[in-house]
């Protein structure tokens, strides 16, 4: 897992970009320079599962575009921050998970966990996951 943090908002301003960032790996993923198991794909949006997942089922979804995280990405984009949200419930249905139940996820920060700086949405299913963690 590289931590660089060039992917985030700076050189391209304001924190988006259609031409791909060569640093961020999500990028590099939606450009087809890394390869991911891909499970859903629109004009707007990519999924695919992760590469440690933290649950039988943990999919990705991203928007193409590079947002450094999920509030760049609704504040400039917030349409498609419903298509992110609106692909992870096709992914429930067509993963087979929706009726069990799943969690949705962004990790947003250093304190929120997030490790890579390209907007992301994590679908965790396959098992009962329990409350929220106690901090
Ligand atoms: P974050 O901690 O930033 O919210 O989540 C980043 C996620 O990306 C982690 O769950 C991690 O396992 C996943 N990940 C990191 N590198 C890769 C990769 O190269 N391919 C895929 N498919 N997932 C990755
Ligand atoms: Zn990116």
Do not use: W
């Amino acid at each position: 897992m590289r931590r660089r943090r060039s992917g985030e908002k700076g050189a391209h301003s304001p924190g988006r970009s259609m031409s791909g960032m060569t640093d961020c790996l999500f990028c590099r993923i939606v450009a087809g320079e890394i390869p991911a198991t891909v499970v859903a794909d629109t004009d707007g949006v990519l999924a695919f599962r992760d590469i440690d997942p933290k649950a039988p089922h943990h999919i990705l979804v991203i928007p193409k575009a590079h947002y450094t995280n999920a509030a760049d990405m609704a504040a400039a984009e917030p349409m498609l921050a419903g298509e992110v949200l609106a692909a992870a419930g096709r992914i429930a249905e067509s993963e087979g998970f929706a009726a069990d139940g799943y969690r949705l996820m962004f990790n947003t920060g250093g304190h929120g966990g997030q490790e890579v700086f390209h907007a992301h949405l994590h679908v965790l299913a396959g098992k009962p996951l329990g409350p929220m963690l106690a901090v």
